[in-house]
């Protein structure tokens, strides 16, 4: 059965920190793989990766991929307050041929950044 | 542009009525999803449209539930008779490529 398994579960840190998240897949077709940061109500998207270890940046957010070992990670450096929220990996595993691209998803790590 | 819509954000119903959850896409996109995250559990796929077309509904648990996406804009997913562990958060989202954006989601509690 296809899996997604993000830790920790729950992180708590100081502003200024920085803190890396984690996600390992187990699926039968892989296409590509999704981070997401759900606050209040709609996760945003922030990051999707197909390659691995091309490293995609956004600001303080960063993210790789590596599909030997079938994982990524998710870094925040400098963390602030507002990037408290549920971050959601999530793997886009294609059935019938590629026709439906139904995403798989972890559980979520759950960070709250203390001021 | 304006994101993927759902209504209502919250519903609560008791055991045995029928609720319908809608979903707007952003304008466009052609790919519709369905999702579930009940209490304590990972995001779940239910269903995926393509226009007016069901792709794949592999993750619909069971007869209760039917989503329509009549003339491929708006859809609904209607459960009828809503049960107990129906309850939790459905998400909708959308995609014209590859990026799925999601809504804010519906909670619904059924007592």
């Known amino acids: 059965e296809d899996k997604v398994v993000q830790s920790p579960l729950s992180l708590v840190v100081h502003e200024g920190d920085t803190v890396t998240l984690n996600c390992s897949y187990e699926?039968?077709?892989?296409?590509?793989l999704l981070w997401y940061k759900q606050e209040k109500k709609a996760p945003t998207f922030l990051f999707m990766l197909t390659s691995s270890g091309i490293e995609k940046k956004s600001g303080r957010l960063s993210s790789i991929l590596d599909k030997k070992e079938l994982f990524s990670i998710l870094n925040i450096t400098a963390t602030q307050t507002g990037d408290s929220a549920i971050y959601l990996c999530?793997?886009?595993?294609?059935?019938?041929?590629?026709?439906?691209?139904?995403?798989?998803f972890g559980t979520g790590t759950l960070l709250a950044v203390q001021p | 542009e304006a994101g993927v819509t759902q209504f209502p954000s919250h519903s609560v119903i008791e055991k045995g009525q029928t609720v319908t959850l809608r979903c707007d896409p952003i304008?466009?996109?052609?790919?519709l999803y369905w999702y579930r995250r009940v209490m304590g559990k990972e995001i779940k796929f239910l269903l995926h449209f393509v226009k007016e077309s069901k792709q794949d509904e592999s993750g619909m648990p069971n007869n209760r539930f039917l989503a329509e996406r009549t003339g491929g804009t708006y859809s609904t997913l209607k459960v009828q008779p809503a049960e107990l562990e129906d309850s939790g958060v459905y998400f909708c989202?959308?995609?014209?490529?590859?990026?799925?954006?999601f809504g804010p989601g519906t909670r619904l509690t059924v007592l």
């Open positions: 999530a793997v886009e595993a294609p059935r019938y041929g590629g026709a439906t691209n139904k995403l798989i």
């Open positions: 989202a959308s995609s014209q490529l590859d990026t799925q954006y």
């Open positions: 304008s466009g996109h052609d790919n």
């Open positions: 699926v039968t077709n892989f296409r590509s």
